[in-house]
């Protein structure tokens, strides 16, 4: 009687097989792993941009249109109450309180959510040329509150950040309604 060899892979084949296929299942997990990294930064540098280019809107918006503009403190929160003109006639008013809760790091206008990811907001009194008024000219509340309603350009300084992702935004105004 003759014995039948049969056919198939050896131990050492398939050792060797799937040594080969781990070294490319490994190499492939890698790169998806690096581009789930890049996607999570690139969501979180967008969601940041969107979040300063929304309060550079807000602010921009009124502080163009504003009559007065004041700035406050309440604990770490950060308060500016701004009056301004709603519409092209110039004779509806409306004031805001815009309110950078710190804890939170979000933007509140009259207490409604509406910007998150931002931790500082400053706005600067700037002088007829462009300059920034020197610090003893608004080193008190009451000053700042005086430069802040009488300039006619500010600069508005935005920090932004969320995660490892932050970013610094500014952008210089002129005042409409100032005579």
């Known amino acids: 009687m003759k014995l039948k060899r049969i056919k198939g892979?050896?131990?050492i084949e398939l050792v060797i097989v799937l040594g080969i296929i781990g070294i490319i299942l490994s190499s492939i997990s890698s790169f998806f792993i690096a581009n789930l990294k890049?996607?999570?930064r690139a969501d979180e540098q967008l969601e940041v941009q969107q979040q300063l280019q929304k309060t550079l809107s807000i602010f921009t918006d009124r502080i163009q249109n504003s009559i007065s503009i004041s700035y406050a403190e309440n604990g770490s929160d950060i308060i500016y109450i701004i009056e301004y003109l709603r519409d092209v006639n110039y004779t509806d008013t409306a004031t805001d309180q815009i309110k950078l809760s710190k804890a939170e790091n979000k933007i509140l206008v009259n207490s409604v959510d509406s910007a998150s990811c931002i931790r500082d907001i400053n706005i600067i009194p700037l002088d007829e040329a462009g300059s920034e008024l020197l610090a003893e000219e608004y080193n008190t509340i009451e000053k700042l509150n005086n430069q802040l309603?009488?300039?006619?350009?500010l600069k508005i300084q935005v920090l932004s950040q969320k995660g490892n992702t932050q970013q610094n935004v500014s952008t210089i105004l002129?005042?409409?309604n100032l005579y």
């Open 38 to 40: 890049a996607s999570r």
């Open 9 to 11: 892979y050896s131990l």
């Open 174 to 176: 002129f005042r409409r």
């Open 149 to 153: 309603s009488t300039a006619k350009m």
